[in-house]
């Protein structure tokens, strides 16, 4: 769960760079990294926290170039190690490259170990760094010799053989002194948009948003397997391992993960959640008073249900704007502390009120009981509560930083289980057909269900 | 532009307080202060910055009592100066006080140099501390000390000698080391609410969403001109300069102040402003295609009108919700980028279509311009910008930190000149009784309309 | 235990006061503040920190005038009331004024009492503050009025009047818009110098080394009774109270507290400390190899001895330049932790060798007990521990931070008792006699020596 | 210039390295870094600062385990490069290990390309990593597998092997799971001492002073060209590369960078220091008043030529206990500002008299001029400038972080003009025979002296 952002020929390029990643923050907020090519050197500015807060403008000043590549990184448990935040700077005998990487490796415990064993030391307890590794040690790379651009010759047959042997999600971006380099992952599991600005200026990014935030124009999404060399001599696209019938797109992207204002995998991520709100109306129609979405997460569903039925949407529940944990231990007289802290029932909506109540995705369900707690107390007469997907079954190991397995909910427990467990009259989540069919009826087709199935493309 | 919140009989009182002021954060994000009674001494912790992240847990832990008041600040111009963050806690020689103050003082510098040539001296550059020096100062105060109870007989009469002096706006909190004190101005400017949770912990609060938050339940509101004492006796209310025929309550706080899940001045701050897009539907009906609120200000007016008018409510403006000011120099490529780091059209939404776009108030005019831009890049094909207020065209004298008059747009130039401005196909502002009528057909009656008229009730 | 610092008629005055501050560091750790006046208002900043560190560049330049006073504060127990730190400034109804203040007001309480009486309250927990309303509630300053300049008509009586009720030690430096005034207390407990450079810019400070510092000449010393004004048309000096027949300048400057190359007193600290040494050698001869001083303490009265009496001067005792509070638990197994984090011995100097142990002054005993402990550890034969002051028996009213009665080891214990629990084979501390000798042997006469026989001259 | 620390079986091993490096903070005060192995795992912390400000209790506390070893690094020009602080931990196929090195290694380019062509990624920019990347690559490592403990079989012949390979000054500590290894080059440029305290744990410092710290008795150096292993089996040492004859130990240590109270080189600091001090007294006898010695560089050096001479030693030059840089423009009337925030003159001990200035070394020449100008200011009749040391004439190449040649005076001016240009009578270094004798005459033999004859012993 992280976001990549590239621009290439502008002389701004760390400060477009500095903007995009924010437009991404999104998609990561436990650190920032920049790396910028001035044509002659690479450097690199990694620190931890938000992009607006951490990152100064002297650190942008000091970055000079106009080929440049960011990274935003996801907080998982604990605190980061330093020694993990991207992109990776490394010094090669074939000069110096920069790596910036959304996804997962799933075959990287058998590619370290490997590695080690010819002498490679590794630096972080990333999974990108076996990459960095694969390239610098690639042998036996005349393969991929034949038919590349004179500029390519050098550096792509190493990153086609990395390529080769990695196995997994990975939508890259690469940065060498005179190059920036665009890598889809065969299944095409995370984003990866191309987009321009009118002083010719190229952008790559995880989501079309953060082409909007530079004033850029969307121009197509990477393909799923391809290789995309921006240099003075123009673009240039590979398709090293062939290609790719069915791609696999992670759909959790649609349902939840992506901004609502983006573009991904070549359609809109606004309209595409609210069918899914308009396909669960149509599974599941509720004779109800109100539509309450939880925000932010369920409201474009909650929209969609509310057109579909006709039953009016209202905002039952009020996000304050300035979160942020607090440390306090939860009082005993308060209840639900942590949820309270974000969210507050507007009691004139809810107040003795038959209430369908809309979220995008259940997971743990903590914070569902806490918030039907919440509207109970505010005098909510019925809670109808409707999931825009179905049940979280299984972890991602494609990126998505889903829970384990033991702490998914609907792996454990059957839907009566958890309508009880939460308190709410009726559960009901989106079927796996409807959720496909939400996003299917456009371009798209091929996406990764594995976290509502369990069955994993690649392993 | 400050919040304000007590506590009475809690051994939680100073947590309860934080959790009370973080409700209340969109009020003041500049500082923050608590002051705690363990019915012996006062301590106090003040602070720059917002609750939750400027007080520790050890602040907290160090504030032992069961009386507590707490002030947000509102971030002006410039850094504050750290002597004026509230509450201000002052020994004399009838012991310790410490007071939080939300509105503004208008014959405060009469005041001030009157207490100068008697000697005192003034360490903030704050109005409430006028309050503090005429209560230390307060002589002749026989008049008062009739028909109180004996609890009140040492303290009260000189805050209603200081009440008698002031003009102006102030809800004020006041601490002693056993009572606490709650007191509304006769105009009833800004707003207080009391509320009691289920253990008996009596509450004071500027809105009633801090009230939600400790699981309190909103009592009434205090009167215009009433003094409310709390201790160990009971509660006891006063009015010292007699009942108040018509109060002039501050209709921006339904406009745009307070939060939409409160109920201030005895109504639901949700309806009224849903209602108040519903009065503009009314009396500005345009053929459009879509209703775009700006966010989050003109959410529930758009609501409103959408609802009247049938146009579809969508929402073609996204916020980003890790905002924070950039310091980078506006990038000659990107126009309008302080708007741009918060909202990005969606332009599924916009593009083509005729938008009546809604916002809740229009001041400087500033951003307007710049969303209208966005949203005219992204295709918008007509705008038609309407306000769920009149023109603002003076500066609040009693707490809202308004412009001066020459930044007011409405002051200096035509409708039709702002409408030029901003670049819009229509522009219209919700008409002044239009605005009242929405916030008067309940219990209310008596606004302060100073800001959209210039006619000040007491100066 | 504070420092003062004051600069008239210099462009650069808050630089050149933040550099005399540095040079009276010594003085004060905890806090600092500077106040300018650029002839219309008066400016400070201060500040929690050492002077280097916690005032930044900005602060400086914002702080713009040619008339300036500074103040570095002690660290007693406890983390500092911000409220607390000086100059003091304050607007009254003849303007504004600051104050920065050395040394302590013993009728404080009953001052305090009175004035709030009169309605005044304090905002600090300093006696300080007691000047400030002292000055601004002065009535009947007829009496003062008359031979006054003009320019010294308006404020001066005040001031008086002020210093007329006050008792104890005050170095004190006043800014005002246009003036800078020096005070000193009649018995002159504290010291205060004059000093000028050779562009002709006057300054104040509480000791010599601040104005080498600045690059200007020592002039004189502010007299006991003494206040001296600076404005444009020269100096003024005056005696409100009377000339002083015998001054009790405090010996503990000398014995321990000023700098070394300092003059104060009329006198060089470098000089008399030697010379208290010297005194040590005949009032106590004895037959050993090495003389050691505790660093940085008691070197100068080690070397003292060792002239006098022949035996060679060694630095068995190593600072650590790098000292540092360490939190951590000090560990079983390394003893005395907090003293080895400051001092190492050098165990070739203090193997099987026979040690006179020098220092200044002993107050409650553990630090010595410690170095002690070391020294043996390495090897010391034979320890005898000379003290170059008498016993410290009574706690310091008049500014310097010494501990409670009950803390001080020579007020519970004999002197055999102390050498016992320090474990030295000789314990002797320089006589009453021998210590008011080598200072007085000068121009100086009239020394408090109240900490060490109990007679304070005033409270 | 970097300072190494290692713990080996005690339950507070990262404790006593903390406490360790804190006394090793002169030989480097940019950044800190502590690894410590649990018998299972190593940790690291790392960060810049002073050992007592950066690292905090919860840091120490995060770092079990019973062997630990620790770096302080020196602040060159610039900020650091994070990743460059060390200990390196580094994983590879035959398990962890962390480095810590004190030294320079000369053919660190040749190496570094030679590795990298065989696919090594460096990460930092420090000579260090070659070690880590010769070890983790060695191959054909048969001819050091015999007699080895079997303990030894599978890490000390890839440490062997990166040995013989690597040319230059390093003193290394390893620390693996489960053992503690120190490594001094042949030549034995820089020091390294073991010792042991009460319990039987062993330490391993670059001077004694950090043995004395945790109250550890100094056992012996580490010899020139020693590999000694220490584990739960004991002790072991080995000489991989054979016996060296002739070891070049750092003469600069003994001059200038070892603490006056450290053993190294099997000698005492404090004695040669003063010896010198005597030798200069022999070859340059003056007539003058008195020695003054620069703080705290010269002070042995002036007391040896004092005691030879028998012209009393005085401190004509104070230091400041608050050093700290100051941010502010030297002030046009303020001549010599750096040098003054540090040391301030006498003036009773320099006014008309004849001064002989004592400094253990001049390198850039800047700051003698400064300090003489200020005593010259201070009325100095005649200053005799003498040197402990000959002139630096070349860059140090083995560690001591020298300025470049065009930087060292030595290197381009006589001394005739260096005489001039700082403005003395006299000027006078130590012979270089002179200066070794002083060191010489002990048990040592053979110093490396190339900075002050260009003679490098290994390139």
Redesign the interface.
């Known amino acids: 769960m992280c976001g990549i952002f590239g621009v290439f020929n502008n002389n701004?390029a760390s400060?477009?760079t500095?903007?995009g990643l924010?437009?991404l923050?999104?998609r990561g907020?436990e650190a920032v990294g920049i790396a910028v090519s001035n044509r002659y050197e690479i450097n690199v500015k990694k620190t931890e926290g938000?992009?607006?807060?951490a990152l100064?403008?002297q650190d942008?000043n000091n970055l000079k170039g106009d080929i440049a590549i960011g990274h935003v990184r996801y907080s998982t448990s604990g605190k980061a190690n330093?020694?993990n935040i991207q992109p990776f700077l490394?010094?090669?005998?074939k000069g110096s490259f920069a790596i910036a990487h959304n996804g997962n490796i799933v075959n990287v415990n058998e590619l370290k170990?490997e590695l080690?064993?010819?002498?490679?030391?590794?630096?972080t307890t990333s999974d990108t760094e076996v990459f960095?590794?694969l390239i610098?040690?690639a042998k036996d790379t005349e393969e991929f010799e034949i038919n590349l651009h004179q500029n390519d010759r050098e550096f792509l047959p190493l990153l086609f053989s990395a390529m080769k042997k990695v196995k997994g999600a990975y939508s890259l971006l690469i940065l060498r002194e005179s190059q920036l380099i665009a890598v889809r992952d065969p299944y095409g599991f995370r984003p990866l948009v191309l987009g321009k600005?009118?002083?010719g200026?190229l952008f790559l990014a995880s989501e079309s948003?953060a082409l909007?935030?530079?004033?850029a124009e969307y121009l197509r999404d990477i393909k799923p397997g391809e290789v995309l060399v921006i240099d003075g001599e123009g673009l240039r696209s590979y398709f090293p391992l062939g290609f790719v019938d069915k791609a696999h797109k992670c759909i959790f992207e649609y349902v939840y993960f992506a901004?609502?204002?983006s573009?991904i995998f070549q359609d809109?991520v606004?309209?595409i959640r609210k069918e899914m709100g308009r396909q669960l109306a149509k599974e599941k129609p509720i004779d109800a008073d109100v539509v309450v979405p939880v925000l932010?997460s369920g409201?474009?569903a909650a929209?969609g249900y509310s057109?579909k039925s006709g039953i009016?949407l209202?905002?039952g529940l009020?996000r304050?704007?300035?979160i942020?944990?607090?440390?306090?231990q939860p009082?005993q007289?308060?209840?639900d502390?942590s949820v309270?802290?974000k969210l507050?029932?507007?009691?004139?909506?809810v107040e003795g009120k038959r209430i369908i109540l809309i979220d995008d995705s259940l997971v743990r369900g903590t914070t569902a009981k806490k918030i039907v707690g919440m509207l109970k107390?505010a005098g909510a007469k019925e809670i109808h509560f409707l999931i825009s997907s179905p049940p979280v079954i299984s972890s991602c190991v494609y990126g998505i930083d889903t829970p384990t397995k033991e702490e998914l909910i609907a792996s454990t427990k059957s839907i009566e289980e958890i309508r009880n467990y939460i308190g709410v009259d009726t559960l009901y989540y989106l079927s796996l057909d409807g959720m496909v069919k939400s996003a299917l009826n456009k371009k798209n087709k091929g996406f990764c269900v594995a976290c509502f199935t369990g069955d994993y493309p690649v392993l």
Do not use: W
């Open positions: 701004n400060k477009l500095y903007l924010h437009a923050q999104h907020q938000l992009v607006m807060q100064k403008e942008l330093p020694q490394s010094h090669f005998y170990e080690e064993k010819e002498g490679a030391i590794f630096h960095v590794h610098a040690k600005n009118k002083q200026t948003c909007d935030m530079v004033e901004r609502p204002d573009i809109y606004y309209e932010d409201f474009l929209k057109e009016p209202e905002f009020i304050n704007h300035y942020g944990r607090s440390f306090i009082l007289e308060i209840r502390l309270k802290l507050n029932p507007v009691r004139q909506v107390r």
